[in-house]
């Protein structure tokens, strides 16, 4: 039995609500349940009862034992003198205010529905990718679609307080900010950490003192990012003017290198390997270095794109790393990599934007942007395709990640609009019900 169970019985009102008593044997009468708090403090807030003929107002806190209030510190904690009613599976200890008075009691032992129960039970011991694989397929499309949604904001809202982190510790840079997203988006899942680090190491205003020299900046990014080799015979001409170009910006500002070993080349095509996307991320501010202006100034999504159309000097066409050339190619960022800075960073700034300066119109941009771009392809994605719920949008399937992530993995079912559908239909089956014995009034002292 877990907690957010009981959250879910109570706030759905899904228990037996007759002759409801209190564990002292007074009656209750539920006028208004409350409003789920999600924050710090009792569960329920502005809560309606009836006990024992009088009126209350005030708060609810939910446990599976009552005994947990002392365990989670409740009882030195004024914020919990509101609380009215405890409601718990059993009570083993009576509690009471720091006043004295005791907190009247509800039992949900005998008073959850076996349906439920059993579900509930099922959902919680699934060995499948998902708790409710089995009843997916009987989810309807208003509610798959709605919820969906609903996570996706939710997403952009989490990916916005992380942006908002990093605008804090850019001093309130809205360019710095953006620039370590991006920095961090270019890297993939694989040199994401890496190339953020870079970009701090790097500060923008740093940059934007030598954009109009890309050497310049392709000499302070490779050089700080500890991948430019050391001086042999025979090198080209290149490699040795951007080691000079790096002594002496080093030295004038004061710069100390990441270690090589921040970065991986296993595993991965030669068109994704960080020196390549340093590179382009030299580029990419050597054409502008107001890049997030740029993209509040963006029309659509075909001018965001545009933002991120690069041609790297003549070296790094002909070379993925330091060493001997190749073939000639423009090496232009892919268009899954440039997705994946405008699903990463264009979106989450967005909404970060919207939020801060209270304009809705950004925080719609950051959704639309998402719902025209296409789906991302990654293993997840294409597991919610085999199980039938296939994403359309780059929106759902950041929402699918999401869902996975936040509330299957954890198994936060009854948070969930899907997993609320299914236990508010359950069927009763075979899967044995929770445990429920005759309580035994054995109270333990306070304190």
């Not at 510790?169 to 190339?195: L, P, S, T």
């Not at 075909?302 to 041609?311: C, D, P, Q, R």
């Not at 998402?370 to 199980?387: G, H, I, Q, Y």
């Not at 869902?403 to 969930?416: E, H, I, V, W």
């Amino acid at each position: 039995m877990r907690e957010d169970f009981l959250h879910y019985l109570w706030r759905l009102a899904r228990f037996d609500l007759r002759q409801l008593r209190t564990t002292e044997g007074e009656a209750l009468t539920i006028q208004q349940f409350g409003t789920h708090n999600t924050n710090a403090g009792p569960d329920f807030d502005d809560a309606r009862l009836r006990i024992g003929g009088l009126q209350w107002a005030g708060k609810v806190e939910i446990h599976v034992t009552s005994s947990e209030w002392h365990a989670h510190g409740h009882g030195d904690d004024p914020t919990y003198d509101g609380v009215i009613l405890h409601v718990v599976l059993e009570e083993d200890q009576i509690i009471y205010r720091r006043d004295g008075s005791r907190i009247p009691c509800l039992e949900l032992l005998h008073r959850i529905p076996p349906g439920v129960q059993a579900t509930y039970w099922r959902l919680m011991h699934q060995a499948d990718w998902v708790p409710c694989q089995p009843q997916l397929p009987s989810v309807t499309g208003p509610v798959r679609a709605i919820w969906l949604q609903r996570i996706l904001a939710e997403r952009l809202a989490r990916k916005a307080a992380e942006f908002t982190e990093r605008l804090e510790a850019a001093q309130r840079d809205w360019e710095e900010a953006f620039y370590h997203c991006i920095a961090r988006a270019m890297g993939g899942k694989v040199n994401a950490e890496a190339m953020e680090m870079l970009a701090r190491s790097v500060p923008l205003r740093v940059l934007l003192r030598h954009k109009h020299s890309l050497l310049q900046l392709e000499a302070l990014l490779f050089g700080q990012s500890g991948l430019l080799p050391e001086q042999v015979a025979g090198e080209d001409s290149y490699l040795t003017r951007l080691r000079q170009e790096y002594e002496l910006l080093r030295v004038k500002h004061d710069l100390r290198s990441l270690p090589v070993t921040a970065w991986r080349f296993l595993r991965m095509r030669p068109n994704n390997f960080p020196t390549v996307r340093i590179a382009q991320l030299a580029c990419l501010y050597y054409r502008s270095g107001q890049l997030f202006g740029k993209a509040l100034a963006a029309a659509n999504t075909k001018e965001l794109e545009a933002m991120f159309v690069v041609s790297l000097s003549n070296y790094w066409r002909t070379h993925y790393r330091f060493g001997p050339a190749v073939a000639p190619s423009d090496r232009k960022l892919g268009k899954a990599t440039v997705q994946n800075i405008l699903i990463n960073a264009v979106a989450p700034a967005y909404f970060a934007y919207g939020q801060l300066r209270e304009d809705e119109r950004y925080r719609e941009h950051a959704m639309t942007l998402l719902d025209t771009l296409p789906p991302e392809s990654n293993t997840v994605v294409a597991k919610w395709r085999k199980l039938g719920w296939s994403a359309t949008s780059a929106g759902e399937s950041q929402a699918l990640l999401e869902l996975k992530r936040q509330y299957c993995d954890p198994r936060r079912c009854t948070s969930c609009a899907v997993g609320c559908a299914i236990l508010n239909r359950p069927e009763l089956g075979d899967a044995p019900p929770l445990i429920v014995r005759e309580p035994v009034r054995i109270y333990r002292a306070v304190g």
